[in-house]
Each structure stands twice: as C-alpha cells, then as structure tokens.
C-alpha cells in the first residue's frame, strides 16, 4: 500500500543523511558527537553521516542540500535540538536539496538529552538509540503535501485593557475588521483606574481615554462591551465565536449619554458600592463607571435596581429619559455569533487579595488601603476629588508603602510583580505631593529597570522619601509606648541598619502584587491555550514567540501572559496585532499535514472510530458500510488510529509501521 | 550476558502538546534526571495504539511511560481521556500476564511541570531498577527455542509410528 509514489528500489534501500550537531558546546559538551556519527553510518540503509557544529546556521543548511545532490541522498535525520524549534529549518533545507519535506526527521539531544544529563557515556548511548530510532523509522516516510487553510480577514481582540485597545487599534489602523469585546461595562481596564504613569507622571486618562473614545469611533471596530465570549470552535483562519451580551437595561441605539437618568433615579443619594472606585465611593443602581467611559451608555444594575429587584418602583429614571425612550427593564441576555480568522487575548490581570496576610491588617485596621485604593484616591476625579482623605476622614502625616504583598513570597506569590516598586515609586511621590506626609517604603530590594525608571528613584531619594529595607512582619494598632498610641505600627527588621524597629504611621498603603485573573484557567480552556505553573497564560517559546500560543492564530497580549508595565503591554499588544496581520495578509497558513485517512479495503465498518472523533470529522457511509474522514475537519491528533481495531486507519507523518520502527529503534542498542 | 550493569530501559509517548513541551522545559530549565528513557513524540496520547506498548514491552523495555495533558486541557479535546480508558483496561491485562504494576505508567504532564517531567522519570527509574529486568525479548526467544525443541521432539517421536501405520 506504501509504494504508490515511491519506486520499488527505494523501499530496498534508502540513502539516509544523518547529521549530528554539535551546538557549540550545548550538545558537543555532554554527548560524544564523533562517536554518534561512527554509530550510525554503520546502520543499514545510511548513506551519509557528518556531526557539524551548527546544524540550524546557513552553512549547515547549506550542507543538508548540497549533499542530498551530491550523494544521492533520499531521507535526511538531523539530531540537534527539539523538533518543537528546528523542524521547519531542516524540513525547508531538505525541500531546498529539491525533496520532499517530510523526507525529514529530527532526534531530539539537546533539550531531552544533553542539557538533562549528567553522564557523559549514559548520554552518548542515549543520543544513539535514539539516532537508531530515527534512522529505522525515517526510511518509511511518505512524501506529504502541506494543507493550505485560507484565513478569515477578521480579527478577535479580547479585553478592553490598554493591551487590547492598543492591539484593536493598531489593526483596525491598518484596515483589519475587528471586533472587541469586554466584560465590563466600559472599556480602559486597570489603567483607567490610574491616576499618574510612572515614571514620566503622565496623566493616564490624558493619554488613555482619547484612545478608548477612538476605540468606540473607529469604523473598522465593533465593540462590545459588558459582553463575553461564551462559545469558541473551529480552527486556525475559521474560528466560530458566540459572545454574551449582558443586559444593560438600556438600549444602546437611543441611549445618547446624557446621564439625566442617573439623577432621576427614585435613590437619592448614591447608596452602592463603586468597583469603579475599589469600594471606596458611592454610586446609583444607575451609573456610568467614570466620566470618560467608552461607549457613553449607562448601566442598572440588576442587583441594587428597585425595579429589577422587587418590580415596585416608580421609575423615575424612565421618566428622567423622557422621550429618548432608552430604558427597557425587559431586556434579556442575547448572544452573537461571529466568525474570525485569528484571535488576541488580552485578559489582563488582577491584583493579590491582601486579606489573605492578616498580619498586614487589611479588612481589619481601617486606614490600611491598597495601592489600587489609592490610586483612586489620589485621583482628580475619584471618590475624594483628589483629596488623600483617610477612612476615619483625616489626613495622613505619615504613610508606610509595604512592597512585594503577595509577590516574591512562598506563601503565596513566587514571582515579582515587576511594576511594584515603581508604581510605590510613583505613589510616594503623589501622596507627598498631595499631602505632604512622611513617607516610609519598605521593601526587599528595589528593582527598578527600565528606561529612565532608576532615575525616577534617584528622584524620589533627592525628595526625601524614607527608604527601609526589610520584609515587614506586621502592622499593628497595639502600642507599646505612649507615643505609639493612635498610630498604625509597622513593625519591620530594618536589614541595613540589623535591628527590629517599630515605625508609628497613620496609615498604611499594601503595594499588591499582580496575579492571573480568577477565571484564567476558563479561559485558557475556551481558546485552548496553557497556562503556566503560576496561571499566566504560556507563550509559545519564551524568547521567539513571546506572544504567539500553542494554538495556530491566537495570539497573547498584556499581563495576561504575565507582569508587564504599559509600556510593555503597548509593546506586545503591538507585536501580537502585527502577527496576526502576517497571517491575515498572507492569507492562508499551511497546516501540517497529520491528518487521518481510511483505508478503505480494510474497514470493517465496526464505526469504533465514529464517536471517537471530538471534531466529528468522521462519519459512517451507510451504503458502503466504510468510515470516511472528512480531512478538512480532521485536526490530526490520531486517537481514532489509536481505536481502530482492524488497523485500518492510517495517520499521516505518524504511520502504525512508523511508529513501531521508532520502538524497534530506540530498543535496539545493546 | 554483561548484566553486572544492567540499567532500565523506558520507552516513553509524550503527547506534543503537553508532555512533550515540558521535557522540553526540564531541557531549556536544565533540571537533571536519569537517562533511561528514550521518549517518542506522538501528537496526542489518544494516539498511543495499545500495541505500542505491547510491542515496546516484547522488543525489551522494562517499562512504558505514557505522558499526556491534564483532563479537561487536551489540545485536541478529549484524546487523553480516550487514552486513560485504553490504559486502565490494559494495565489489567498486562498484571494478568505477569508485567508488574510499576512497569507501566500514565501520567497527565502540562507544558509547564517541566520539574515534574524529572520526578517522574527519576522515580520510575528508581522504581524499575528495584523490580529488575523485564527481558521480555529474550524470554520470547528462550520460548520459541522451548517450542521448536518440542515440535522437534514431536516430530521425531511420531515419525516412527507413520511409518509403521503405513507398514500395516
């Protein structure tokens, strides 16, 4: 069944290149490379075999393609790093030596051999049974051809942060349909939540909302706020997604922004707590989340609106809407269903939960606030106007900064939240300027890299503001000597000065740290991507595809792939739209081609394989008695070929003969 | 045979997505673990046929490792889960013909636990070690001498008796 291409004498006796590299030292340092290449040339069926210190540069492409011409040569293996990084190299040099690319084979001795082990002659005889391996099984490779999936023009950004706003507009900018969609019931994110950027003390709304409002006029962008994606299918280029509308209560076409309803609203005072303002201010069962929210469209919420709640009301608002008629309390969930070639996921993050260190006393001493707290406080247009105003309605005189809560602790946080220390930079610096305070920061070190950002600290030194260094043990209302009375007490071990100190402060600011969104794994699972160990959503390949996925056409970007500043999420929401517009603009992408297919005179026709297939790309023909798999449909990951009881289903580039070879293979060495 | 050295051989199936990723990450984390294993990458352990590792174990591993993605977080759905029914219902199969538990694996491996891609091989390679060589391939080839020493013995036996049916 195997020969219907090939010639009979090649089945007889193929002309193998085999090449070893070396890496530098990364493979030549554990693995004796001479040795594995003495090794096989001796194997029956290899025509060539060379060890070469850098197999993946241009000459050693160059090698592979020239010796397939001079030599012969009809099947190459290369044994260097992981075929998860190389085979498309040596697959395109192979092609170039004027074979099939799928004539290749790679051994993997780097990644799962030499950079693993300790042993230098365990390591040697490893890397040659698995050469072994490769050389049984490459002999039985067929020619294959790349499948060609067109790719659909629109494009998928999720969430509304700055990482998505920038990633949506740069697209949209270059023409791309897009549709944005985010959960909250405007767009902006964190960053609208900011008051000051480090280290340049922009103004985050200047800089941010004349960007969101570009968002909500860009004709090339649909955007969909308080709207989630619920469903998510197909495959690279042709992806199926069904999004969520929540109900606003409003109905977006006559809902002109006028906000006449929010005072119209049968609550006189603001009696709800703001998320917007981190709990700290009021707000109506009716609201806009801030001034400057994009779309301008107000929002009931069903769970504080008398109306919603009871249906007793007197609607007032209704009647402060007038004849705009924009209130509508029958309003249900409806849903979308669109289609997208490629998507960006711009989840984002949140921030530690500082009540799970109690010693810290948030929750429980009232003037402990978070570092997002504050940034609504300090903020011209937060709860207080502006005003640093502490719950008990003072004004502080001294503040302690804690770094690190939650980040680089075994508790709870391994990693470094990366912008801590500079936004409790920054946040020194506001609420010094705003109230003139002593400032005390504690931290563990001051890591502060980044364009002009040391200089910023150097700033912050000149203005005055208390460096302690030591990891605070807790804050503490409980004084021990008469002065200490009435204050919050930081007790610290100061690490430069070696002693414990107690420091008397009237309010305490906890620099939380940034961790994956609650629903990150649900996520993860909708768009099949990984994640990481600490939750942060995985990379391709942490250095050369920073913001490409496992998943062919979806795309990272922003803290949801892990702690990043705005000028970094900026930076890879920009990378992420440029890749997608590669695929975009290229139009199609060439798939693999492991596809499985039916060998029809050995069907038996038992259709174990039919509910296998999560795809549903295998269907029974009831006239015929035979499966039949749909390649279009078939995403080529071989369960079915696994199930088939008679062995009647061939997966291509992993063939049952194929596979068996590569165990007779890697068994083979004594 | 030099058997003073004998260490394990473990033939391991990674899926491409999960497990394969992690060894991957062991490597670039450069943690260390034993060298008895020689992984063949499939592109989802739904692939791996139950006669690989049959096969694996006739032609001399002294154990099989099949790693695989996290239930519910298999690229392609629900392979793995395919894969755990075929594993429980071998691995019966195989204590029936006297292959021991620890000689046969499943473990669900995401693309992150490259340090568990370490704790796994090491303690299996620990494990193997204590319960010796399989040799499965060598038996066989004991049996075949066995049976073809009996069918000669046979054979002899019963010629005469032909022969002397056809003398009567």
Known sequence: ?670 | MSEQKWTPRIVAFFCNWCTYTAADLAGVSRMKYAANIRVIRLMCSGRVDPQFILDAFAKGADAVLIGGCHPNDCHYVEGNYKMLRRFRLLKRMLSDMGIEEDRFRLEWISAAEGEKVKTVVNDMVAKVTALGPLRLHKKFEEWDKEMSELEHHIQTQSAPAEKEVAHV
């Open chain 1, 1 to 670: 069944m195997e020969n219907k291409t090939n010639g009979n004498q090649k089945k007889e006796q193929p002309r193998i290149g085999f090449y070893v590299c070396h890496c530098g030292h990364n493979i030549a340092s554990m693995v004796d490379c001479v040795e594995v290449a003495k090794y096989v040339e001796k194997l029956p069926g290899v025509a060539l075999s060379r060890d070469y210190k850098y197999m993946c540069s241009d000459p050693g492409q160059e090698l592979i393609a020239q010796d397939i011409k001079e030599h012969k040569l009809d099947r190459i293996v290369v044994a260097s790093c992981s075929p998860l990084l190389h085979e498309h190299t040596f697959r395109n040099a192979t092609e170039k030596g004027g074979l099939n690319p799928f004539y290749f084979h790679m051994v993997n001795i780097r990644e799962h051999n030499s950079w693993v082990h300790t042993d230098r002659k365990e390591a040697t005889e490893k890397a040659k049974s698995l050469a072994h391996a490769a050389i049984h099984r490459v002999r039985h490779h067929k020619p294959l051809e790349t499948k060609r999936v067109s790719i659909d023009q629109n494009v998928l950004v999720v969430g509304g942060g700055i990482a998505g706003i920038h990633a949506a507009m740069t697209l949209a900018n270059a023409g791309k349909k897009v549709y944005l969609v985010e959960r909250e019931p405007t767009i902006g994110g964190h960053m609208a939540k900011f008051d000051k950027t480090f280290p340049t003390l922009d103004c985050a709304a200047c800089i941010l909302t004349p960007k969101m409002s570009e968002v909500g006029a860009h004709p090339n962008i649909t955007l969909m706020t308080y709207s989630e994606v619920v469903k998510f299918d197909g495959y690279v280029g042709n992806y199926n997604v069904t999004i969520k509308h929540k109900p606003r209560y409003i109905i977006d076409d006559l809902c002109i922004g006028c906000q006449d309803c929010i005072p119209g609203c049968v609550y006189k005072e603001p009696k709800f707590l703001d998320d917007f303002n981190e709990g700290l201010g009021k707000r109506k069962p009716i609201y806009i989340p801030f001034p400057q929210a994009t779309p301008q469209l107000v929002v009931i919420d069903p769970d504080t609106c008398l109306q919603l709640k009871t249906g007793k009301c007197k609607q007032t608002c209704v009647e402060a809407c007038g004849d705009k008629k924009a209130i509508d309390f029958t309003q249900k969930e409806t849903f979308t269903e669109i289609k997208v070639g490629t998507v960006i996921v711009a989840t984002g993050f949140q921030t530690f939960d500082a009540a799970k260190i109690p010693q810290y006393g948030y929750g429980i001493h009232k003037n402990v606030y978070t570092s997002l707290e504050i940034e609504r406080l300090v903020n011209a247009s937060g709860p207080t106007g502006g005003h640093v105003v502490m719950r008990d309605g003072r004004t502080p005189r001294s503040i302690g900064i804690i770094h690190c809560v939650g980040s680089r602790d075994e508790r709870h946080n391994r990693w470094c939240s990366r912008v801590c220390c500079m936004y409790s930079l920054k946040l020194a610096h506001l609420l010094k300027e705003h109230t003139g305070a002593e400032i005390y920061n504690f931290y563990i070190d001051m890591r502060t890299g980044g364009k002009n950002y040391d200089e910023f600290y150097g700033k912050l030194l000149d203005e005055g503001v208390q460096f302690i260094r030591g990891r605070v043990g807790e804050v503490t209302d409980w004084a021990f000597t008469p002065e200490e009375e009435g204050y919050l007490i930081i007790r610290v071990e100061d690490t430069l000065a070696g002693y414990v100190r107690r420091i008397p402060v009237d309010m305490v600011v906890l620099s939380v740290g940034l961790q994956p969104q609650d629903d990150a794994q649900a996520v993860r699972r909708l768009f099949n991507m990984s994640c990481g160990g600490e939750g942060f959503f995985l990379e391709r390949h942490p250095k050369l595809a920073p913001v490409n996925t496992f998943t062919d056409g979806i795309y990272l970007a922003g803290c949801c792939q892990g702690p990043k500043d705005i000028p970094d999420s900026v930076a890879q929401a920009g990378a992420a739209a440029a890749e997608a517009m590669v695929l975009i603009d290229k139009g199609y992408i060439e798939q693999e081609p492991n596809t499985a297919y039916i060998l029809d005179e050995e069907c038996s026709g038992c259709k174990s394989c039919v509910p296998l297939c999560p795809y549903t790309a295998i269907t029974y023909d009831d006239a015929r008695k035979k499966a039949i798999i749909n390649e279009a449909l078939c995403k080529g990951c071989g369960t079915c070929v696994g199930a088939c009881p008679s062995g009647s289903i061939v997966q291509n580039l992993f063939e049952d003969e194929e596979v068996f070879s590569e165990i007779e293979g890697v068994l083979a060495y004594e």
